[in-house]
Each structure stands twice: as structure tokens, then as C-alpha cells.
């Protein structure tokens, strides 16, 4: 099955700096790479997604790059805010039906 | 867009009782939902795939005799944790997507289950 590795475990960045967050998989197969922000006690919120015919994908503040040769992809945060203080999660899938996570990223941005 | 309600959001029950956990699409028929279970800062394992009308699909692990999932239909499915231990204290997240739309899961927004 899939395997979905994710770095850093936790992360601190001043409010305005930049974080990246890596994530490696697996499964060759797997085609489509969303990402999920979760705050405390509360469901996962999709964030960002990304397929494999593209390499990047941007949305305001966040962006995601894939390369599908080295199997890895990331999701990158720009301006950091205080509210994008909480757990990220990285996740693939081949069928766009079972998704395996990644281990997660606490992010704590610092005012 | 889409919502999947869950219910409770929270349990407290004494070892050895069972506690059932529904997972509901408001506004779009999902043949297919998934459980997951979530430990303390730790991220989302898949347990199982339910499906509209057929067995579960459990992942390798996970009991499907203590995780009891039934899809009745095409809004609702359901995880019965029975005879709980302590140990299967944690935090339950169900999702869904819809047929139409993104590809992305929507989740429903958990339960929390305290076993004491």
C-alpha cells in the first residue's frame, strides 16, 4: 500500500515568514495530493490540492508543488498569519476513493 | 457545498458497553464513506471503507467484529465500537465525497470517544 511521509513534525516561524512543508509517497500510482489544515478538537478542512498532470498549483498565500519523478510534494505558506497556527496534513491517493496521510505538521506561527 | 454531519461529538462509556457513531451526507448521496481514527496529536488512520449496501472494507489491523460499519443507505453510515476498552479511546472522523464536484473528502467533524 501507500506510504506518505511528511516533514518537519513541527514547525515555528515568525508571523510574516514563510513555512514549507515536505511530504514524500510511494505508490507510483497515486495521482492526486490534497492537503488538510486541522485546528484543535475540529475536522480536517481542505486546504489545497493537487493533481499529478500539474506541477504547481497556487491559491493567494498557500501553494503546492509536485515532482512526480522524485515522488515528493509540498505545500508552502507565504505570510505567514497567527491563524494559520495548527496541524497540517499531506495526503495521496491512486483512486481518489481511500486517501493515506501524512503524519502531520504542527505549525505555530509567532507574532 | 457538501456537509457530513457526525454524531455524537462527543462519548463517555464504561468499559465492556458499545457506542455507535453516525456519519450522515446533508446534501449529497455518498455510495462510498470512510472512518478513521485519530490518537492524540497523531494523524487520521484509516480503519475502513463503507459501502452503500455491501461489507466494509477493513484496512489490515483493524478488527472488523469490534468495528461494526453499516451503510444502510446512501446518506448514512454508521461505526459501532462494541465491547470498548480503554484503549480504543479516541477520536473518530468519518468522511465522505460527493459524487459531483471536487475530489477532496469532506469530513465530518468527529467524535470523541472516552472509554472509562
Known amino acids: 500500500g501507500e506510504n506518505v511521509e511528511q516533514h518537519p513534525s513541527t514547525l515555528s516561524v515568525q508571523e510574516g515568514d514563510s513555512a514549507v512543508i515536505k511530504c514524500t509517497y510511494s505508490?507510483?500510482?497515486?495521482?492526486?495530493f490534497p492537503w488538510y489544515k486541522q485546528e484543535l478538537g475540529k475536522r480536517p478542512q481542505l486546504i489545497i490540492d493537487?493533481?499529478?498532470?500539474?506541477g504547481e498549483k497556487k491559491d493567494q498565500r498557500i501553494a503546492v508543488t509536485l515532482n512526480k519523478t522524485a515522488k515528493h510534494f509540498s505545500l508552502h505558506i507565504t505570510e505567514t498569519q497567527p491563524e494559520d497556527s495548527a496541524v497540517y496534513f499531506c495526503?495521496?491517493?491512486?483512486?481518489?476513493?481511500?486517501?493515506?496521510f501524512g503524519t502531520g505538521t504542527s505549525l505555530t506561527v509567532i507574532p | 457545498g457538501a456537509v457530513v454531519s457526525q454524531h455524537p461529538s462527543w462519548v463517555i462509556c464504561k468499559s465492556g458497553t458499545s457506542v455507535k457513531i453516525e456519519c450522515r451526507s446533508l446534501d449529497f448521496q455518498a455510495t462510498t464513506m470512510f472512518w478513521y481514527r485519530q490518537f492524540p496529536k497523531q494523524s487520521l488512520m484509516l480503519m475502513a471503507t463503507?459501502?452503500?449496501?455491501?461489507?466494509?472494507?477493513?484496512e489490515q489491523g483493524v478488527e472488523k467484529d469490534k468495528f461494526l460499519i453499516n451503510h444502510a443507505s446512501l446518506t448514512l453510515s454508521t461505526l459501532t465500537v462494541t465491547s470498548a476498552h480503554p484503549e480504543d479511546s479516541s477520536f473518530y472522523i468519518c468522511s465522505a465525497r460527493s459524487q459531483t464536484g471536487s475530489y477532496g473528502y469532506t469530513f465530518g467533524s468527529g467524535t470523541r470517544l472516552t472509554v472509562v
Open positions: 505508490d507510483s500510482a497515486s495521482n492526486y
Open positions: 495526503a495521496a491517493s491512486s483512486t481518489g476513493n481511500q486517501f493515506y
Open positions: 463503507s459501502n452503500e449496501g455491501s461489507k466494509a472494507t477493513y
Open positions: 493537487i493533481r499529478s498532470n500539474v
